[in-house]
C-alpha cells in the first residue's frame, strides 16, 4: 500500500514561532485532509486540500500532487495548537493516515 | 460537515468480555468507518461500514472479532469481542458523505485488564 511519511515526528516550539510541517506520499492520490488530533484525542479537520494552497486564519495549508507532498504552515504559535497533526491521502480504494507530528507549544 | 457522537466515552473491560461501540451522526451519511488508534501510534482503518449490508474489512481484521452494524445512514456499532489486553486502544467511528472529506466522532477510549 500508499507509504504516507510525516516530519517532523516531534516539534517543540515558543509561543509566537512559525512551524511548517511536510507530508510525502509514496503514489499518486485523489485528495488529501490535515487533521489536528487535540490532547483529548479529538481529530479536527483543518483542511481537505487535493491540490492548491488554502488559508485558514493562522494556518495554511499546500500540496504539490505531482511532487507528492503537502505542507502546513502554522504561524504565531499559540499553546492551544499543541497535540498530534495528521495528513491523510485517499487513493480511491482507502484512507490512509499518516505518522504524524506531536507538536508542543510551550508559553 | 458532520456531527459525530461516540457512545461510550470510555470504558475498562475484563479480558474474555466484548464491547459494544454506538457511533451516532446527525445528518444522513454516504459513508462510515471505524478505525483504531493504538498508544502513540497514527490511525489504522478497522473497516468501512455498509449500510444494510457486511462491512468490508481491512487485512488483519475479522468480522469475528470486530462485528459491525450499520442498520440506517446515521447509525452504527462495533463490537470489540473476546477483548484482550492488545485491544486497548482509542477507536474512532468517522464518516462523510465521501469517502476523501471525513469527520470524526470523539473517539472511545478501551482498556482491558
Known amino acids: 500500500g500508499i507509504q504516507v511519511e510525516q516530519s517532523p515526528p516531534d516539534l517543540i516550539l515558543q509561543e509566537g514561532a512559525n512551524s511548517t510541517l511536510r507530508c510525502n506520499f509514496s503514489?499518486?492520490?485523489?485528495?488529501l485532509q490535515w487533521f489536528h488530533q487535540n490532547p483529548w484525542g479529538q481529530l479536527i479537520n483543518l483542511f481537505y486540500i487535493p491540490s492548491g494552497t488554502k488559508q485558514n486564519g493562522r494556518l495554511s495549508a499546500t500540496t504539490v500532487a505531482t511532487e507528492r507532498y503537502s505542507l502546513l504552515y502554522i504561524s504565531s504559535s499559540q499553546t492551544t495548537d499543541s497535540g498530534v497533526y495528521f495528513c491523510a491521502v485517499d487513493t480511491g480504494n482507502q484512507f490512509y493516515f499518516g505518522t504524524g507530528t506531536s507538536l508542543t507549544v510551550i508559553p | 460537515s458532520a456531527v459525530i457522537s461516540q457512545k461510550p466515552s470510555r470504558d475498562i473491560c475484563q479480558r474474555g468480555t466484548s464491547l459494544t461501540i454506538q457511533c451516532q451522526v446527525d445528518?444522513?451519511?454516504?459513508?462510515m468507518f471505524w478505525y483504531r488508534q493504538q498508544p502513540g501510534q497514527s490511525l489504522t482503518l478497522i473497516a468501512t461500514?455498509?449500510?444494510?449490508?457486511?462491512?468490508?474489512?481491512e487485512s488483519g481484521f475479522v468480522i469475528d472479532k470486530f462485528p459491525i452494524s450499520r442498520p440506517n445512514l446515521t447509525f452504527s456499532t462495533l463490537t470489540v469481542s473476546n477483548m484482550s489486553p492488545e485491544d486497548s486502544s482509542i477507536y474512532l467511528c468517522s464518516a462523510g458523505h465521501q469517502q476523501y472529506e471525513q469527520y470524526f466522532g470523539p473517539g472511545t477510549r478501551l482498556t482491558v485488564t
Open positions: 461500514a455498509n449500510q444494510g449490508s457486511e462491512a468490508t474489512y
Open positions: 503514489d499518486s492520490v485523489n485528495n
Open positions: 445528518s444522513q451519511v454516504t459513508m
